[in-house]
């Protein structure tokens, strides 16, 4: 019931706000960038309710601003969330991080770089949050294929890789805040507002040193 209770209360929080909300159309716009999206219709009914696969997200944006115009600024020259996002969604998103945020890597890259402090020298990390951690791993039940389309990861990028979970119990304490878009882990899949394309809630972190976060092995199945 607990499990039940959570996953409503992240939809709710999902689509908060309708009288301030724009629908923001990204299907069309970025299906090209990348062959994750060859794989969208086998996975979007397990991600993503059907009420929303024409409607990634809605995002509350200051007045003259929308998503097509943000997309075409070039990394590297993109504005501060700040200056387009109103506040009190701003803080609604961060909110929702505060239970805990997490992220997926393969072993041999915390093995190759180190586990001291995880994150990009930029001194960013990308997360979500744990409960929608939760949730997508619960609804990929062990299929690594799944997991990459959940979170945009190349066509077998992850395949034959030991994959760990890594949670942070508070990042709050490490500077959580809205992505711009101009972060080194940035690719062109990136969406303003602080959402994947799949609807997942993202923010960003300082680097975390080792003892402020856990590191355990995901569960997967052997692809048949």
Known sequence: ?????????LISLLFTGNLYAQKELFWGEIAHHSSVFSRIDEYKAVFLPSN????????????????ASLMEIHKGKRPAPSSYLCPNYIAVHLSTFLQGGSL????????????????RPDNTLFIISKEQ????????DGSIERIEAALG?????????IICRI????PENFHIRMPSGNEQGVNALWLPGGYLWQGYREAIIDRVP???????????????
């Open 1 to 9: 019931m607990q499990s039940v209770f959570k996953k409503i209360l």
């Open 52 to 67: 929303s696969w024409e409607t990634c997200q809605r995002v509350h944006y200051l007045q003259g601003v929308d998503s």
């Open 104 to 119: 997926l890597v393969p072993k041999d890259v915390l093995d190759k770089y180190g586990r001291a402090l995880i994150g």
């Open 133 to 140: 951690m939760d949730c997508l791993l619960e609804e990929a």
């Open 153 to 161: 990861v190349p066509d077998g990028y992850w395949a034959g890789r």
């Open 167 to 170: 949670d942070i119990p508070h």
């Open 210 to 224: 080792e003892g402020a976060y856990v590191e355990t092995v995901i569960k997967v199945k052997d692809k048949k």
